[in-house]
Every structure is written in structure tokens, then in C-alpha cells.
């Protein structure tokens, strides 16, 4: 009679598990383990949107320039340009243009200032998060100026989610309210807020949106005539920088995808990279082939995809690329993957082959 140790089957088991669950993570990365215990940060916060809404004469809201005076010009001229000046527009004049039309208004700005105070009672749970993040910017980073992170709401402009200025970035609060604020549905804003855009409307994407518009800063534009391995390692190396900074953050929000969107672009990932290189499309220059790959939306647009496929599916995949290629090439820091421009030899030595 075969005897059966119940107790070694057991074990093999809780291995098998323990593989199983550690191979389908969201966060299955080989981002570099560092360390920040050491690395001292106080990080520059600032609520313009609280200042301004404070403000009760046009006197108290130009007296913000003095404290924002990086910010202040961008926001009243570019931001709320449409709302509080033009070319002929004086200082005073813009400034009184800003509380008529916006932070006096019931249904506008004092609106949006109502749903803010709801859905960020207080911000420090996010600042923490932030601190945390820019330690390790700082470490891959040690001779960067932090900016000063600047709050602000907008007319809903979808443009200015987040903003970059000289040492300074500006976060849009209203850019966050909740994939369940309604004016986020409304059918006269569905062009500008369609569902799959609305669905990343929330305070877990503030952070990596942040993140994502400092690594893109980081990398060089690419040259007019670039083909779509050029975008895919581009968007690659961003992700990667998001990795780097936020690990603990999910796959799935660093791409923007639900965890249904993961899973197929997980599980496809071979399938994907095969369509890429039988269809010869890596090379093409042609801008449309190539924003059916890179472009957000609800599914990927290329041919042979549609719905019920993962967007961006050529940001994933050169995501997958830029990591095969970093664990190849143990040596490059994160500051030299960045500036690695040469797209082929990258693609190469990674040797992807999912």
C-alpha cells in the first residue's frame, strides 16, 4: 500500500499558491529596491483654491500675485483666460472679471469649490503620499529642485489636470471630483468627459497623474517623422518612471486600465507583440496606425482589436519592452534609461520575445 504524506502534498500546496498569486499581481515589477529613510524632504504645498475663493474684492484676488507669482500670471491669463481676460484685459479688470464669473457664481465656481470641500476635507492624506513619492524622485534624481506643488480648481478644463511651471506644478482639483459627480456626465460635456475618461476622475489618479507629467518632462521629445516602436518605448519609459516612484501603487492605475482591461492585456500580451511584428507596423510613421495604438479610450482602435481589448495597448507593451531591457541591462540607472533615444538598440537588447 502507497502511504501518502498528507503533510508534504500540504506544503507543495501552500508553494503552488504562493507562486501562483505571486506570478498574477498587478505589481509584478523588478523596479529597483531603494531605500529613502535617509533622505530628508519637506515639501512646499499651497491651496490657491482656498486663497482665491477667500477673496472678496478684485483688490484681495490681485494681492495673490505677491504670493503666487509663478502661478498667478498662468492661472488668470491661461487657465481662466477664457473667463477673466483677453489681449485688452487689464490686471484689475481680469482679476474682478475672475469673481464675477467664476468663485461668486452659485452655480459655477462656488459649485465646484462645495464638491471639492466634500471630496477633500483635508489633502494631508495625499501630501504624505506625495512626500513619500518625491524621497524617491530625489533618490533617482539627487540634483532636482522639488517644485512647489500648487492646489487649484478650474472650470472643468481638461486640459490642465495637471501644470508645469518654473519649479513649480499645479494640481486641478476639480479634475477630481468623483466618477460619480454628475456634471462629469452631463450630455453637454460628454465629448469632453467620455466614460473612459470620467472612470479616472478620482483622487487615486492625482498622484500618478502628477508622477506621469514629471517623467514626461524627463524625456526627450521625440523627432517629427517617429514610428511607433519610438512612441511605444516613449510611453514605456514614462510608465516605467511611475513604477520607479510610486511601487506601491497598482499596475492597473498606472496605465489607466480597470482590472478586467489587466487581465486581457496580461494574458494577450504574446498575441499582442505577434500582431505588432506580422502586421510590420513597429516601423510605420503614419500618425493614425499609430494613435490606434497609443491613444486612450474605451479599447485599443488598431485593426484586429475593438472592444473588449485593453487600450493604449502599445503603451503596455513598451512598458513590458523598457522592463526586459532594464533587467538585461542591470547597470543603467533609471536618469540613463530615460535618455536612451536610440529606440532599435533598446528593442534589441532586450531581447522581448513574450
Avoid at 99 to 121: A, C, E, H, Y
Wanted: aromatic share 14%; hydrophobic share 40%; glycine share 4%.
Amino acid at each position: 500500500m502507497i502511504k501518502i504524506n498528507y503533510k508534504i502534498h500540504f506544503l507543495f500546496f501552500l508553494l503552488f499558491l504562493a507562486v501562483f498569486f505571486g506570478c498574477t499581481s498587478e505589481n509584478n515589477n523588478q523596479i529597483e529596491k531603494v531605500n529613502v529613510d535617509k533622505i530628508k524632504l519637506v515639501l512646499d504645498f499651497k491651496r490657491f483654491d482656498v486663497d482665491l475663493f477667500k477673496a472678496i474684492n478684485a483688490e484681495q484676488v490681485l494681492a495673490l500675485e505677491k504670493e503666487y507669482p509663478d502661478f498667478y500670471p498662468v492661472y488668470i491669463y491661461q487657465i481662466m483666460g477664457g473667463i477673466s481676460s483677453n489681449a485688452k484685459t487689464t490686471p484689475m479688470e481680469a482679476a474682478q472679471n475672475l469673481i464675477n464669473n467664476f468663485t461668486s457664481v452659485p452655480d459655477f465656481g462656488l459649485w465646484l469649490k462645495n464638491r471639492t470641500d466634500t471630496m477633500f476635507p483635508t489633502l494631508e492624506p495625499f501630501k504624505l503620499d506625495l512626500t513619500e513619492a518625491m524621497k524617491r524622485y530625489k533618490y533617482f534624481y539627487p540634483e532636482d529642485t522639488i517644485p512647489q506643488f500648487v492646489f487649484f480648481l478650474s472650470p472643468l478644463i481638461i486640459n490642465f489636470p495637471v501644470i508645469q511651471g518654473r519649479n513649480i506644478m499645479g494640481i486641478g482639483l476639480d479634475m477630481y471630483l468623483g466618477s460619480d459627480f454628475k456634471v462629469y456626465h452631463s450630455f453637454m460635456l460628454a465629448d469632453q468627459f467620455p466614460n473612459y475618461r470620467i472612470r479616472k476622475m478620482r483622487e487615486d489618479y492625482m498622484l500618478r497623474d502628477l508622477i506621469t507629467a514629471m517623467a514626461e518632462n524627463k524625456i526627450k521629445s521625440m523627432d517629427k517623422n517617429h514610428r511607433l516602436i519610438d512612441e511605444m518605448l516613449y510611453e514605456g519609459k514614462v510608465l516605467y518612471m511611475v513604477d520607479a516612484i510610486l511601487p506601491e501603487s497598482s499596475d492597473s492605475i498606472k496605465l489607466g486600465y480597470t482590472p478586467k482591461q489587466l487581465n486581457w492585456a496580461n494574458q494577450n500580451e504574446s498575441e499582442v507583440w505577434a500582431a505588432l511584428v506580422d502586421s510590420k507596423l513597429l516601423y510605420s510613421t503614419e500618425p493614425a496606425k499609430i494613435r490606434d495604438f497609443i491613444s486612450d479610450g474605451p479599447f485599443t482602435t488598431a485593426n484586429g482589436f475593438g472592444a473588449g481589448t485593453a487600450p493604449r495597448i502599445g503603451a503596455y507593451t513598451g512598458w513590458q519592452i523598457i522592463k526586459k531591457f532594464m533587467q538585461k541591462n542591470s547597470g543603467f540607472t533609471l536618469a540613463q534609461l530615460l535618455a536612451n533615444t536610440d529606440s532599435d538598440a533598446i528593442l534589441t537588447q532586450s531581447k522581448y520575445k513574450p
